[in-house]
């Protein structure tokens, strides 16, 4: 499930933006809202470079860079679940008398909510890639591919690809 989760971004290069803030929230502890939404910005300014430098018609352009803002905010809410559903397994953890079936319901939400969020990201995806030609759909996946290399953690050794 989660290397779904983890293709659908990596296919619409917002896996990046989920890369970054992942790092910075699990290496760094978790980050205010301000230094998290500068991260979630940041790959949204990226990606809008990329669409617009692809996309020949500006009106489908705008209507592209309308959709990878939905999945950000799909990404940022799925992150928040996954912080609020973890949330709860601690505290559970911290119960001496939880029993497997209390952390199993906790887990079968978490893995319901994560389907949830990638389909919904599949369906924009899906609504993105109607609005490209072909060759925009290849030269934005190029680039974008290209582009994650620098969200690649261990630096220049990294793997590259999704």
């Known amino acids: 499930m989660t290397r779904m989760f983890s293709g659908v971004l990596g296919v619409v290069a917002v896996a990046l933006l989920a890369g970054c803030s992942s790092y910075h929230s699990h290496h760094h502890g978790m980050m205010g809202g301000t230094a998290g939404d500068a991260y979630w910005q940041k790959g949204r300014q990226d990606m809008s470079a990329l669409i617009n430098r692809t ?3 500006p009106d489908k352009a705008k209507q592209v860079n309308e959709i990878v803002g939905e999945i950000v905010e799909q990404l940022k809410a799925g992150r928040e679940q996954e912080r609020a559903n973890h949330r709860q397994l601690y ?12 952390f199993t319901k906790i887990l079968n939400e978490a893995v319901q909510q994560r389907t949830a969020t990638s389909t919904r990201i599949l369906t924009l ?4 890639k109607n609005l490209m030609t072909e060759d925009e759909w290849k030269a934005l996946t190029d680039q974008m591919l290209s582009y994650s290399g620098k ?3 261990g630096g220049a050794g990294a793997k ?3």
């Open 151 to 153: 969200y690649q953690h």
């Open 125 to 128: 995806r899906f609504r993105m």
């Open 160 to 162: 590259s690809g999704y």
């Open 91 to 102: 505290t559970l953890n911290g119960s001496y008398s939880a029993t497997p079936a209390d």
């Open 55 to 57: 996309v020949k018609d």
